[in-house]
């Protein structure tokens, strides 16, 4: 059964990079699984027969050194293939690029696509900031533990941290790759399949590593245009009374020295930008669902939730200012 | 001797009345409280392969609380905080307190008895070693009592290491917390090379030696490279934790992946670092077991050299998803699945002499049969690591636990398991539970397989690793709970193993048994003393060529059969030919090794606190330790031969590259060059991968001047030792004596002259990576002028008393080597130093 | 010293034998398993600790062992099952100055919720 945010390495989203690993690593569990059941047999073999001669060359030579020195020059080759394929994915299966080798199959396009689409992703203890810089935006798209991307598009992550080193992960699209201090590195990321997509930090960074999580979700050209179009609305200040009581409680609250809420005086930018934060996914970085009851516990108990975040929990609310403030920035969709 | 030719031997019977008795006194083991001064291997060896094995129980109870954890998705049973002080010290007290500790001491405990040695040459260093690591260690564990404990991970990532991401102690209790770990890794690996190299019996050529000292030889070696750069990480992030020096700072010239390159230079080779030398426990038993002499052998020691080799090219492995170009992570991947050919080699050869032969079954066979199961399953998914592609789904997953627990339990745990029941009843004169051990291989080999084959599929399921809770509904559990239950079966059959050697295993003095048939020496009549007599080797396999040679030996009617000069002494041969060339003398019990390690534990563990008052009453007591225990070693010659038997004829004095003294001070020296290498490849990194000026602009060079003043002091160094060696020739004391004065007061100016070439600008250790790694250089050179200074005064205060002439001058050859070494040292740091300006 | 030793060993006892509690509420088309899933399903241990709710460890709202020995839902309200299931569903209702947010759910799922609440005890 598929959980419904896939994020494992054996269940890869059609015509992404982890399916080419995919079919890669189906490669290597057969071969090792035989090599494996030979090498078992021969040893049992040679464990219960007494006193055979042997042709030490015929082994060494032949068994540990010949065999061994094949396989792996074609292993290497085969992984060299689908490594360089990889970027240029979606086009080929992974015996396709090992065949392109040899010129056995159809020159493989290399061209490298011209309009992929850039988003920048900035791993932070322990949390993601996702940035979309598109040439004539008119306003910055900022969020944060998730990304989206259209199908059947080259996506290129360029990825960089602003604190201790981390990994992006999304196991079901693609391999990972760190994000290091003072350097950018980049992942291509495609797939033809709509869906929302788990993604996961894999370089242990720091106390609350296991709960740094964000969703990849891919939709068709027009749906990602329209989401983009619409992150890039600005919020305006609430009419209804009870959101009202919530807005004015994240001001008084401090919420804004840390977070960004474009449309609002809140400008702070240690924390994630909540501009459309009702429309996200997850909160605390793929930990909770997004409702309101964890809005309202994540608010008042971020400690609970990941303690040595930097997220204080909020203790100057009242109850009802508490559920408002909850409303309020769940209502920014 | 070839067998049953001549059936002369180098002593006849009946031997004379009281040489035994002399014999059996010297070697005699010290009782009641005194039995902790003992040095000599046999002791050393069980206690420090019992306090690996405490070790290894520890770091197990850490791994059985993660597994309960981890038994199901969303668990409190432990926080985040504990968990990941708790996989930081499962880590590192299992690489650094267990594997490596428990190679070096089986290698201690048998490699004398298979090279007919009565003991290692360094008997006191064995001793040192063993009580920094055990006192060290033990205190080390504690830290996890008290919420202390480190929680960076083993591999310790900088900047997450680093002051900024972890104030307080914890890191700080790794990275001293393991300076004494590598330091008694040194020392081993200093007993070991020089004990292969330098102690075999006659005859016994580098063709003939059993193929575990090929192992440990080769193990050494790494050893003496593999931990240069890990001593040089700890030392750099250390520095940058205490003082702000930027080494991994990218912010101000550092670069965090400095650091892991350094580590995994050195993390990678410590794997092979723990599989070889069961590799080489495997061998030995294999051909045992079948009866068989082993198949390849010069295969299999070019196969041992190849994997040594090899496995300081494949570091890179560790980082395929760092971003680099495919193009240069591909060579580092030819060389990660290259380094199976020698695995696959050795293999066959282990396979075509079970073929060969005719098996035994017993205890031992089983758990060798549990090795290659699991070894070569943990190798296979090796190679699929190597597998860049592949790699970039696997790695830091549940995947790469699983590999690694394969290869490390498979390749290591086993064969040790199977070498405590193959060579307990050498000890003890007595086996084993056969049946325990059976029950025990069974179940650890169920657990195993439990525990860490379920663990592949949850990282490719997307588990990855260091998490202390995963989310419910991604098919991570049944597999999480499997290996929880796997693990505890492990557990199980490990305690059934650490049963039986309670119930069945006393150390016994006098063994005479050969219970599997060996044709190796260990199984030679053994005492306190090791074996009577040493016997000429002509063969690979002289039990099963001779059989009478047990016999011959235990009567004393070989070589060496009593004590010579009164004391305990061992033969010391050539290295390649191993032509007998002098007596070692080597020195007795003492507390001194035992006061020098509690010492050094005592330093780094107190400084860590920075209780600094403890930790300088720590070192002075290591170094008047160390001191007083060097006084004794370089003992007056005797000036006369001693006729060990057959017309052989040995003086009691070496001097010269013929002694053991010279090779040791040239292996430390091979690893304090390590260390320097290590320090100038830090320089030439950080200088290709800052992009904004190495130095940056707004700093100045170091002065000239004072580079050029610094470069004539050690060209002085140098010049005062060559004139202080050529005095000793001519045996004119007060002038060795002036000249080594004058080499002192160079030493200093030299020290002093490249610290102001330094201070003299604006350049300061904390501003730039440049500034920092320049400073660490000059750094180095202080720690090598006081070095020297205590080897100056240690050689003029000898020279003053007559303890040093023309002939005993082994304590004043070391002096001048390593001398000249501080100088080329000295001189290749300012020339590096300079060396952006080239650029 | 042998009395102090026996005390010890059956204080254990004691407590083990402390008498089943009389009355039990039942929720009327509850149930208890489901109910278990949908406390996980809508993250009620954000904010609760709920014995055998995997990561319930949440310190904003009271704790909710022993339920079904509870007098009072919230301080206010009989602690009947209907009341209980009410207060589910939606919280402010009831009583407007509550920090608890009516969060979307069907009264199924609440049902569920209150019975696994009173039957996990």
Known sequence: ?333 | MSSGASPELPNSLPRPAGEFDRLRAVWERPKGWRVLTQVNNTAIGLWYIGAALLFLVLGGILALIMRTQLAVPGNNLVDADLYNQLFTMHGSVMMFLFAVPVVEAIGILLLPAMQGARDLPFPRLSAYAFWAYFVGGLVFFTTIFFDLAPDGGWFMYPPLTSYEFSPGLRTDFWLLGIGFIEISAIAGAIEIVVGILRTRPPGMTLDKMPIYLWAMLIVGAMIIFGFPPVILATALLELERAFHWPFFLAERGGDPLLWQHLFWLFGHPDVYIIFLPAAGLVSMMVATMAQAPLIGYRWIVVAMLATGTISFALWVHHMFATGMPHLSLSFFSAASMAVAIPAGLQVFSWIATLWRGNVQRATPTYFLLGFFGVFVLGGLTGVMLAVVPYDWQAHDTYFVVAHLHYVLIGGMLFPVFAGIYYWAPMISGRHLSERMGKWACAIMFIGVNLAFFPMHIAGLLGMPRRVWTYAEGYGLEPYNLLSTIGAFLFAAGIGIVLLDLMLHFRPAGKVDTNPWNAGTLEWLPQDEYAIRSVPFIDSREPLWNRAALRQEVDAGQHYLPGTMTGGRESIVTSPVDARPEYLLRLPGSSWLPMLAGVGTAVFFLALTVKWMIVAIAGALVALGSILMWLWDSDPAPSGKLFDVGGGLSLPDYMSGSRSHSWWSVVVLMLVDGSIFACLIFSFLYLWTVTLSGFPPESLDMPLVGSSVAALIAWLVVAGALFAANRALGASRRRGVIVALLIALVAIWLAFGASLHALMGTNLRPHLHGYASTAYTMVAWQGLHAVLLTLMVGFSVARLSLGMIDSVRRNVFDNTRIMSYYCAAQGVVALVVMHSPRLG | MMRQLSLFILLPLLFACAPERDYVPRVVDGDADRGREALARYECGVCHVIPGVADAVGKVGPALDHYSRRSYVAGKFPNEPDMLVRWIVDAPAMAPQTAMPAISMSEQDARDMAAYLYESD
């Open chain 1, 1 to 333: 059964m598929r959980p419904p945010h896939p994020a494992s390495a054996l269940d890869p989203a059609s015509g992404s990079g982890a399916e080419l690993i995919d079919q890669l690593g189906t490669a290597l569990y057969v071969g090792s699984g035989l090599i494996f059941l030979v090498v078992m047999a021969l040893v049992i073999y040679a464990v219960l027969t007494k006193g055979r001669p042997v042709n030490a060359r015929y082994w060494i030579l032949g068994g540990g050194l010949a065999f061994p020195a094949f396989t792996l020059t074609v292993l290497l080759m085969y992984s060299l293939a689908v490594g360089n394929g990889l970027n240029a994915i979606g086009s080929s299966s992974a015996l396709q690029l090992f065949l392109d080798c040899f010129g056995l199959g159809d020159a493989r396009a290399r061209t490298t696509v011209d309009d992929v689409l850039r988003i920048h992703v900035v791993g932070k203890q322990w949390w993601w900031e996702v940035r979309y810089e598109r040439a004539g935006q008119s306003e910055p798209v900022v969020l944060a533990n998730e990304i989206r991307m259209p199908t059947h598009q080259a996506v290129e992550l360029v990825l960089s941290t602003t604190d201790v080193i981390h990994s992006f992960w999304a196991p079901s699209l693609a391999g990972k790759v760190d994000m290091i201090p003072g350097r950018t590195t980049h992942l291509r990321l495609q797939t033809s399949e709509e869906g929302t997509f788990r993604a996961l930090c894999a370089e242990y960074c720091g106390g609350q590593h296991a709960l740094m999580a964000l969703f990849v979700v891919t939709q068709n050209g027009d749906d990602f245009d329209a989401w983009l179009a619409r992150q890039q609305t600005s919020v305006v200040e609430p009419v209804d009374p009870f959101l009202k009581i919530g807005y004015d409680a994240f001001f008084r609250g401090e919420c804004h020295s840390c977070h960004t809420i474009r449309g609002t005086p809140a400008d702070g930018t240690s924390g994630p930008d909540l501009t459309h934060v009702g429309g996200r996914k997850s909160l605390a970085a793929g930990t909770l669902n997004n409702h309101i009851g964890t809005m309202a516990g994540w608010i008042a108990g971020a400690q609970d939730v990941k303690p040595g975040n930097k997220m204080p929990s909020s203790l100057a609310y009242s109850g009802v200012e508490l559920r408002a403030l909850s409303a309020w920035l769940g209502s920014l969709q």
